[in-house]
């Protein structure tokens, strides 16, 4: 990630985060269309998974300077989504239903250089999400 890409993402999810709540809904119902088969890993009631979502997209977001403080979160956060029988395929189908969110969201400010950031950021933590669960059901496997 370079310093423009980071600068990239956080001026264009400033204006994303004012509309939330619709985001939220716009990526649920995104991923849902293109990835039925997740539907099932996900609560009945998605009211408190939309809030954690966006909360947690702004802090990472935020932390994208903050090493020390972003990659252990992400880590963890790949880790417990072990417990949610997460699979790495998956994680396509989220950048996919994040980017096409963003693009409703922005608008004209969904330029090229802005889905490019997005997707560089998006591909580092989800890699980095992804390595965290390898790691963790290498660990359990072992013992």
Same mark, same amino acid.
């Given at each position: ?28 119902? !995104? ?5 039925? $088969?997740? !539907? ?24 994208? !300077? ?12 790949? $880790? ?32 090229? $250089?802005?889905? $490019? ?18 790691? !963790? ?7």
């Amino acid at each position: 990630m370079t310093d423009e890409q980071i600068d990239l993402v956080q001026e264009s999810f400033a204006k994303v985060a004012p509309i939330a709540d619709q985001a939220a809904d716009l990526f649920y119902d !995104r991923l849902f269309e293109t990835a039925p $088969e997740v !539907r099932e890993l996900f609560p009945t009631e998605m009211g408190e998974q939309k809030k954690k979502l966006m909360q947690m997209i702004g802090v990472a977001v935020q932390n994208l !300077r903050n090493a020390d403080v972003l990659v252990p979160a992400v880590q963890a956060l790949g $880790e417990r989504h072990v417990d949610y029988n997460v699979k790495d395929e998956h994680y396509d189908s989220v950048g996919g239903a994040l980017l096409w969110t963003l693009e409703q969201g922005l608008g004209d400010g969904y330029t090229p $250089e802005v889905a $490019e950031a997005w997707t560089t950021v998006y591909t580092v933590l989800a890699d980095t999400m992804k390595a965290a669960a390898r790691a !963790r059901v290498e660990v359990a496997d072992s013992n």
